[in-house]
């Protein structure tokens, strides 16, 4: 009987492994992996949330869709692509450098330049309005004593 | 002359401004129009133990209509569908994403049943092949199972009229 007991104590710690198949959220590589992934995308339900940040179901089946392929081997890239071809290239926070947001990535320079034109322009014009101001012999003098005003005036 | 400038600045910014109200943020288009229709088989609603494949539906036009019972605006669509059903121009197919079967079951019992079929996808996989992001969406698919309209959100009267049925109509005549 105390055989018995002991064998079976013995046994007991076997069964604490025999709990639920691990969630690959435990994996703490792969969810640091799947985290910094999902940091860079958007989620499509509220679209100012990443989808690492979002709590809106789909990015939560989202975030599993992205473990899973991680899980099968798939690079970072290609899961990227993956998500791209269903989603569009709107899941990018980043957006990538095609023909029609090429006005997006330079605008903000063109506009710059625009400004830099329009200021250089300005400033010119308002050499040519300004005349140099030349001073008359009599207004030097005038100027001369009002700067240095003679001793016994002062008091 | 120069004085007028931050006027048309002005202008030209309020104009921008003023399209941007129009526009819904909400519409992302989809980069699957004019791709092939992701291929799935899933279970059926009213008997999941009958299994159906988008492969089945090669040689005919279709919509997919994606719908749940928990979504508020299938029920301002629902109408829509059930109107369209009765002209008998174009079979729908729903697919009934991340709900329970029973809740799917009783929302066509009490609201009417205008698909050909419903298949159930219960875990959401396809609504991810597909790109589905909010529910209702409903894709036109051509003969060839090519995608070749997503319309997001419910499908309303409007848009039926204006997209859909002439979009249907030119397919089916090819």
């Not at chain 1, 939560?60 to 992205?66: H, I, N, T």
């Not at chain 1, 980043?94 to 605008?107: F, I, R, V």
């Not at chain 2, 090669?58 to 301002?76: D, F, I, P, T």
Request: charged share 20%; proline share 6%; hydrophobic share 45%.
């Amino acid at each position: 009987m105390k055989y018995l007991l002991m064998l079976l104590i013995c046994i007991l710690p076997t069964f604490s492994y025999a709990g639920e198949a691990r969630d690959m959220a435990d994996d703490p590589v792969l969810e640091k992996r799947m985290v910094g992934l999902a940091e860079n995308l958007r989620c499509l339900v509220c679209q100012n949330e990443s989808l690492a940040s979002s709590r809106s179901d789909l990015a939560k089946d989202l975030r599993q869709e992205v473990r899973d392929q991680m899980k099968k081997g798939m690079t970072d890239q290609e899961i990227i692509d993956y998500l791209v071809s269903r989603y569009g290239d709107f899941v990018l926070f980043d957006p990538p450098m095609k023909s029609y947001t090429l006005l997006l990535w330079y605008g903000p320079f063109a506009l710059l330049l625009i400004g830099l034109v329009g200021l250089i322009w300005q400033m010119r014009k308002r050499k040519t309005q300004i005349p140099e101001a030349s001073l008359s012999a009599e207004d030097a003098q005038r100027a001369a004593a009002l700067l240095n005003p003679p001793k016994d005036s002062q008091t | 002359m120069m004085r007028f400038w931050p006027f048309v600045v002005f202008v030209v910014l309020a104009v921008f401004l003023y399209i941007g109200l129009g526009l819904n943020p909400h519409e992302v288009p989809s980069p699957l129009i004019n791709k092939p229709a992701p291929a799935f088989i899933l279970p059926q609603l009213q008997d999941t133990s009958k299994q159906f494949s988008s492969q089945d539906m090669k040689g005919k036009v279709w919509l997919l209509n994606v719908w749940a019972s928990w979504c508020v605006s299938c029920r301002e669509e629902h109408p829509v569908l059930m109107a369209l059903a009765s002209k008998n121009i174009v079979p729908i197919y729903g697919l009934d994403y991340k709900d329970k079967n029973e809740d799917g079951k009783a929302w066509l019992r009490n609201g009417g049943d205008p698909y050909t079929l419903v298949i159930t996808d219960a875990d959401g996989r396809v609504g991810i092949d597909y790109g589905v992001y909010g529910v209702p969406e409903t894709y036109v698919i051509d003969k060839q199972g090519v995608i070749r309209y997503k319309q997001i959100g419910a499908v309303t009267h409007e848009s039926l009229q204006k997209k859909i049925l002439p979009m249907i109509a030119e397919l089916q005549a090819k």
